[in-house]
């Protein structure tokens, strides 16, 4: 098995943890900022128990401090669409994050804006304009989805670079303790703009405790680690592309458990066979042989 294949492995594995994400988002009945809140406190309470306190240089633990803030955001606008909306619609809408990709990444490292990334995360945009034909109600949570796959393409971007040189247990521990800081600083502001239909809880009780400390342990500890190696061995579009994958197992979930398939027309199957396809022929060239 060589690196490539590899790569695609871990990748695929981290895709079907973060299938779960939505569900959770769901599940858990805080709102979108105490969700990321805890999120982040538990993971870095995980991952300080197994990694301790490695040492990387200032610039290094700023990078990923500032890489943190971007996932923890993130997160925020992720549940918040998914509670503006359903969790079907919240998930279609970070398929988007391929696309925003092939549109950031060549001006962050800058290198000419690939052809054949561009049509396939076009092929992405044609399927969620097809979803988009949805009712109007969901509009709201739909454009907060998008600006969530905007800055989701961005996190990924900078991950890569940031992420260079260290552990991936360390890179995401620094992530989640250093971003926890800055996501903090960042929550009254967005109260302000979008204030909250639920109370902020200071203290989760039972029920979302556990669901939290699940979600911390797999759908965070679990899916960033494999994503983090993935994104040492896959272009980060490649890793974000395939990400797309993930409204189809969430999907068929919230299918299963929450009924959500009574809501869904003809248009959204149509939208969720053409990102498919822009996964499978961005695989098949990730995968071929180089030229």
């Known amino acids: 098995m060589n690196e490539t294949q590899r790569g695609f492995i871990q990748l695929h594995l981290s895709v079907l943890l973060a299938g779960f994400t939505g569900l959770f988002g769901r599940l858990i009945t805080l709102n979108e900022v105490d969700i990321v809140w805890y999120r982040m406190l538990f993971t870095s309470a995980i991952l300080l128990v197994f990694t301790g306190l490695p040492r990387v240089g200032w610039r290094k633990f700023l990078q990923l401090c500032g890489c943190g ?106 992530q989640m303790s250093g971003g926890i800081v800055l996501v903090s600083m960042i929550i009254p502001i967005y109260l302000a703009f979008f204030p909250s239909n639920q109370p902020v809880v200071v203290i989760p009780d039972g029920t979302n405790l556990w669901l939290m400390l699940c979600h911390a342990l797999f759908c965070t500890v679990g899916m960033y680690l494999l994503q983090i190696q993935a994104l040492k061995r896959l272009s980060a579009f490649t890793v974000n592309l395939t990400y797309n994958l993930e409204p189809c197992y969430t999907i068929i979930l919230a299918f299963l458990i929450f009924g959500e398939g009574r809501e869904i027309n003809f248009s959204f199957y149509i939208g969720i066979a053409l990102i498919l396809l822009s996964v499978l022929l961005q695989t098949r060239r990730a995968l071929g042989p180089k030229k």
Do not use: Q
Request: net charge positive; with cysteine; glycine share 8%.
């Open 69 to 174: 803030a971007l996932l923890g955001l993130h997160w925020i606008l992720f549940y918040s669409s998914i509670k503006a909306s359903n969790v079907s619609i919240g998930v279609i809408c970070f398929s988007l994050v391929g696309f925003f990709t092939a549109l950031f990444e060549p001006l962050i490292y800058h290198r000419k804006l690939s052809v054949t990334e561009l049509v396939f995360s076009l092929i992405t945009v044609l399927g969620v304009l097809c979803i988009f034909s949805l009712d109007a109600r969901y509009r709201y949570g739909i454009g907060i989805g998008v600006v969530s796959s905007a800055v989701c393409a961005l996190y990924a971007i900078c991950n890569k670079k940031a992420s260079v040189g260290v552990r991936s247990r360390t890179v995401l521990m620094y």
